[in-house]
């Protein structure tokens, strides 16, 4: 029998920085019926990533472990029992958990058949490998749990984020208005450009005085939270009545508040949210695929890649990933 392929893979042996990140040989891993191989063309990074090698991200490392939720590439081998795909098709990776494992960082992955979609025509490999993840944690929050529809405001927090930039997008295709926030004015163009109605720099503009200018008392029906912390009282305190606040990050380092009067007082939703809740229920899932790729192939969702990276510059892109610079997606090309 001849020795299994190396192929070209990221791990890290210790949570820390960029510098943990190594680029390992590994074997092909085996193909089971149901599992589909694919070469990597593009990475998608995402401050999950980052999160997940430090050690602060809801999924923990086993080392040494891999990282990475999503790429885009070519088929090249199909298990037996997979019928909707063929060899040479263009596809994306979609997000599932079991990043120590199932890591996309490498040259060539083995990804269950559920986790496998076709690549639109009209999309890039980049494109490709920054859609997923985005689209996925904005679409259950937005479409399944807030139910937003025509008219309603929507509030979206770290907006310049590849999730802020995909949820502008979502809420105008479903006929919102999309009220987002930066924390200066430097991405404030950028993100009216990107399609949000009205832009909130947070270090330099009061966000509760804002948000009633822009929308009045008691008008903001949905929050869409990657932030928490202590402006998750001024949130409530502009949300209508039973309104939906739903924290799907921390990137504030402050203790996040319960706001339990104003909750009272209006009836509101407040909850956690991880895009999780969608892969694990079947029929969530194929509603998201469905809703994701139509946007995706009609335009009505369209990735906005920041920066390029190679493949051996990884260490560098996750150092990138950490300055908070980028508007829109970190991807990594491999040769």
Same mark, same amino acid.
């Given at each position: 029998?001849? =020795?299994?392929?190396?192929?070209?893979?990221?791990?890290?042996?210790?949570?820390?920085?960029?510098?943990?990140?190594?680029?390992?040989?590994?074997?092909?891993? &085996?193909? $089971?019926?149901?599992?589909?191989?694919?070469?990597?063309?593009?990475? *998608?990074?995402?401050? /999950?990533?980052?999160?997940?090698?430090?050690? &602060?991200?809801?999924?923990?490392?086993?080392? =040494?472990?891999?990282? *990475?939720?999503?790429?885009?590439?070519?088929? +090249?081998?199909?298990?037996?029992?997979?019928?909707?795909?063929?060899? %040479?098709?263009?596809? #994306?990776?979609?997000?599932?958990?079991?990043?120590?494992?199932? *890591? #996309?960082?490498?040259?060539?992955?083995?990804? =269950? &058949?559920?986790?496998? @979609?076709? !690549?639109?025509?009209?999309?890039?490999?980049?494109? %490709? @490998?920054?859609?997923?993840?985005?689209?996925?944690?904005?679409?259950? @929050?937005?479409?399944?749990? /807030?139910?937003?529809?025509?008219?309603?405001?929507?509030? +979206?927090?770290? @907006? &310049?984020?590849?999730?802020?930039?995909?949820?502008?997008?979502?809420?105008?295709?479903?006929?919102?208005?999309?009220? /987002?926030?930066? $924390?200066?004015?430097?991405? !404030?163009?950028?993100?009216?450009?990107a399609g949000a109605a009205h832009v909130i720099a947070t270090q330099e503009e009061p966000l509760l005085d804002s948000l009633r200018s822009i929308l009045g008392a008691n008008n903001l029906k949905v929050a869409f939270d990657a932030v928490g912390g202590p402006q998750i009282a001024e949130i409530a305190e502009a949300m209508s009545p039973e309104g939906t606040i739903i924290v799907h990050g921390a990137l504030s380092p402050e203790i996040t508040p319960f706001p339990l009067k104003l909750a009272l007082r209006k009836s509101l939703t407040v909850r956690g949210y991880v895009f999780t809740e969608v892969i694990k229920d079947i029929e969530r899932f194929r509603r998201a695929k469905q809703f994701i790729h139509s946007g995706l192939s009609e335009g009505t969702l369209k990735p906005v890649i920041d920066r390029s990276f190679k493949f051996e510059e990884i260490v560098a892109a996750h150092h990138y990933l950490e300055s908070n610079q980028q508007i829109g997606k970190i991807v990594v090309v491999l040769d």
């Amino acid at each position: 029998m001849s =020795p299994r392929k190396l192929i070209r893979t990221v791990r890290f042996h210790e949570l820390g920085g960029p510098e943990v990140l190594t680029i390992d040989s590994l074997a092909s891993p &085996s193909l $089971q019926a149901t599992d589909v191989r694919i070469a990597v063309k593009v990475v *998608g990074l995402n401050r /999950a990533d980052a999160m997940f090698r430090r050690g &602060s991200y809801i999924e923990k490392a086993d080392f =040494p472990s891999r990282i *990475g939720y999503e790429a885009s590439g070519i088929v +090249i081998e199909v298990g037996e029992e997979v019928n909707h795909l063929r060899l %040479g098709d263009e596809v #994306c990776i979609v997000p599932q958990m079991g990043l120590s494992q199932n *890591g #996309c960082y490498a040259e060539e992955i083995v990804v =269950p &058949s559920e986790y496998v @979609a076709p !690549k639109p025509a009209g999309l890039t490999f980049a494109e %490709g @490998a920054a859609a997923w993840m985005q689209y996925l944690t904005v679409y259950g @929050a937005v479409v399944e749990i /807030a139910n937003v529809q025509k008219g309603d405001a929507v509030l +979206i927090t770290a @907006a &310049s984020s590849s999730v802020g930039l995909a949820a502008i997008q979502i809420v105008n295709s479903l006929g919102g208005i999309p009220i /987002a926030t930066t $924390q200066t004015r430097a991405k !404030k163009a950028a993100v009216l450009t990107a399609g949000a109605a009205h832009v909130i720099a947070t270090q330099e503009e009061p966000l509760l005085d804002s948000l009633r200018s822009i929308l009045g008392a008691n008008n903001l029906k949905v929050a869409f939270d990657a932030v928490g912390g202590p402006q998750i009282a001024e949130i409530a305190e502009a949300m209508s009545p039973e309104g939906t606040i739903i924290v799907h990050g921390a990137l504030s380092p402050e203790i996040t508040p319960f706001p339990l009067k104003l909750a009272l007082r209006k009836s509101l939703t407040v909850r956690g949210y991880v895009f999780t809740e969608v892969i694990k229920d079947i029929e969530r899932f194929r509603r998201a695929k469905q809703f994701i790729h139509s946007g995706l192939s009609e335009g009505t969702l369209k990735p906005v890649i920041d920066r390029s990276f190679k493949f051996e510059e990884i260490v560098a892109a996750h150092h990138y990933l950490e300055s908070n610079q980028q508007i829109g997606k970190i991807v990594v090309v491999l040769d």
